[in-house]
């Protein structure tokens, strides 16, 4: 009885291993509205644009782009792009079921804040925002 519970375990586990890879693949072609949290104490929104040729932008600051691409399956998305043109960032994220949200960790590269984010597919409510360099304003 043993073996063959470890056997089914074992099968499932493995079966589950495509799916997750998988939903990185699927966030390609979606918007995200992803709620950031700053450790300097700030939090905002931006809808996130992954494209399907791997190129990445948010909607309201058309000067911020970059890339993404999964990181070695398991759901995993790696971002980088330079906020309006100017602070780089880094992050990664674990893609939700069908790809449909995302939740992650990130920080302005050489910058003084990191973050966490969390968001589902869809653009984010028309909230009016001033010209920044920084991400975290």
């Not at 966030?27 to 979606?30: D, E, T």
């Not at 398991?74 to 790696?78: N, Q, W």
């Not at 995302?102 to 003084?112: Q, T």
């Given at each position: 009885m043993k073996t063959i519970l470890r056997?089914?375990?074992?099968?499932?586990?493995?079966?589950?291993l495509p799916a997750?890879?998988?939903n990185c693949a699927k966030?390609?072609?979606?918007a995200m509205c992803l709620t950031?949290?700053?450790s300097t104490g700030f939090s905002n929104q931006y809808t996130a644009f992954f494209r399907a040729d791997g190129s990445f932008h948010l909607l309201e600051n058309l000067d911020t782009s970059g890339t993404w691409s999964c990181a070695g399956g398991?759901?995993?998305?790696?971002v980088e792009y330079l906020f309006a043109g100017f602070e780089q960032q880094s992050w990664y994220a674990k893609a939700g079921v069908q790809?449909?949200?995302?939740?992650?960790?990130?920080?302005?590269?050489?910058?003084?804040?990191?973050y966490d984010f969390s968001?589902?597919?869809g653009?984010?409510?028309a909230v009016p925002k001033q010209a920044t360099t920084r991400q975290d304003q």
């Open positions: 056997s089914t375990v074992a099968l499932l586990c493995v079966a589950a997750l890879a998988e966030i390609s072609g979606r950031f949290h700053y398991r759901g995993l998305v790696d790809g449909k949200s995302l939740k992650g960790y990130g920080r302005a590269v050489g910058g003084d804040y990191m968001g589902a597919e653009e984010c409510a």
